[in-house]
């Protein structure tokens, strides 16, 4: 089971790295065959470390059966010459750049990099470019990347198939975009980071409260980006200090019954303090300049979050921080935090007030706040909204969580 589990791990680590090097290489009309190629790679590795058992180095075993494979291909394709670089003189020209094929960390780096931007460019549909990160920059597996979406294998294969049909298509290459059009292109780099941290932090793909691969795996793109100078912008650096403040609270934020555990009832002593200070450092470096992005807002609210003491300050600095979020950024998840933080800056019946303002009838997060906002003084409204929050939750982690809820309001009167 050890050895199972090391090379799924491997393989989420690795997987990305041996495509984006042999992309890069060949060009991504050829990702393809550059993702047949590692896969048969981890399945040789499989057969033979099962039989002759592990590696000293499994990486670089992985990198030299994978420069081997893919020489075979091309030499067997006979592509040297006509569909890769009609312009190399000779069959050995070829051949001894695939020998030569470069697996140090800075050309890894290089090579994901260049992919990210690839996939983020603006002719691939949004639905497919989160797809395709899961997929070519984090190593997911189709049902993994199915269930992200709540959706079949199938329809995430057809999707994957146009995505790189398209990428074939428009002739998109894998190199860093002009220096004039990094600033829009990086907003789209940042915008798929995040979803795939929310989708980690609120996974809505398996009956998990939290999944920390996808977080994780967003936030190593997202200091990915730090390494270069045309990306290591201030909203790079905000994105950065809020996945870091939110990943500080992850041992806190469910029990050993896989329920969650809300902010309030959290145990400050499970914090990660080495992330909350990596999330202030990157905080600092976000203030220079003169952006004011929806990632800088979430992050000072975060960051404020991570003082577990409540204090007027506390509550009205994050209301403040809220009220300018919903400018920049409207959503009605913003607009539910922001009444969580009326409520505490300025008592229950504010909140109720502008809860009843609201007609979020379909999201079963408004009812849950309602449940908590009722709970101290109506027991019989308080049920209700909690019913009402079960009847809309997605997963049975949800379900489970709301009903417990009910349970302990059932034990307070």
């Known amino acids: 089971m050890e050895r199972i589990e090391f090379l799924k791990e491997l393989f989420q680590q690795e997987f990305s790295k041996m495509v984006a090097v042999i992309s890069r290489q060949f060009g991504l009309e050829h990702i393809e065959i550059a993702e047949d190629i590692v896969s048969e790679t981890f399945l040789l590795a499989t057969e033979t470390w099962g039989i002759r058992g592990m590696p000293p180095n499994p990486a670089a075993w992985l990198y030299v059966v994978a420069k081997q494979k893919t020489l075979y291909h091309f030499r067997r394709n006979k592509l040297f010459r006509t569909k890769i670089v009609p312009e190399l003189k000779s069959r050995q020209e070829k051949e001894t750049e695939i020998e030569e094929m470069d697996f140090s960390q800075q050309y890894i780096r290089d090579s994901q ?42 329809t995430i294969n057809k999707r994957l198939f146009r995505a790189k049909e398209k990428l074939r298509s428009e002739r998109v290459s894998m190199e860093m975009p002009p220096e004039r059009d990094i600033a829009d292109r990086l907003d789209n780099v940042l915008r798929i980071i995040y979803l795939l941290f929310s989708e980690g932090y609120y996974s809505r793909s398996r009956d998990e409260i939290l999944r920390k691969d996808l977080c994780f795996e967003a936030l190593r793109l997202g200091l990915l980006l730090t390494e270069y100078e045309m990306t290591d912008r201030p909203k790079t650096n905000a994105l950065i200090a809020l996945m870091c403040f939110h990943a500080s609270r992850f041992e806190a934020r469910t029990s050993d019954e896989e329920t969650s555990i809300l902010y309030e009832h959290q145990d400050e002593s499970k914090w990660d303090q080495a992330l909350i200070k990596q999330g202030m450092h990157f905080l600092a470096l976000s203030a220079s300049g003169d952006e004011m992005s929806s990632y800088h807002l979430e992050a000072r609210i975060a960051s404020w979050h991570s003082i577990k003491e409540d204090t007027p300050e506390k509550w009205s600095a994050i209301l403040q921080l809220y009220d300018q979020l919903l400018r920049v950024n409207y959503s009605p998840s913003v607009v539910l935090n922001r009444i969580f933080a009326l409520y505490k800056a300025k008592g229950r019946d504010v909140a109720l007030a502008a809860a009843g303002e609201l007609r979020l009838e379909n999201n079963h997060f408004y009812y849950l706040l309602l449940g908590e906002l009722y709970s101290d003084i109506d027991r019989e409204k308080a049920r209700m909204e909690f019913q009402r929050a079960y009847q809309l939750a997605k997963t049975q982690t949800e379900q489970q969580g709301i009903l417990e809820k009910i349970a302990a309001l059932a034990k307070k009167y």
């Open 113 to 154: 990099l260049q992919m990210l931007f690839a996939i983020c460019d603006p002719a691939i549909a949004s639905e497919a470019q989160i797809g395709l990160a899961l997929r070519i920059l984090c190593g997911f597996g189709i049902d993994e990347i199915a269930e992200a979406f709540l959706t079949s294998k199938e």
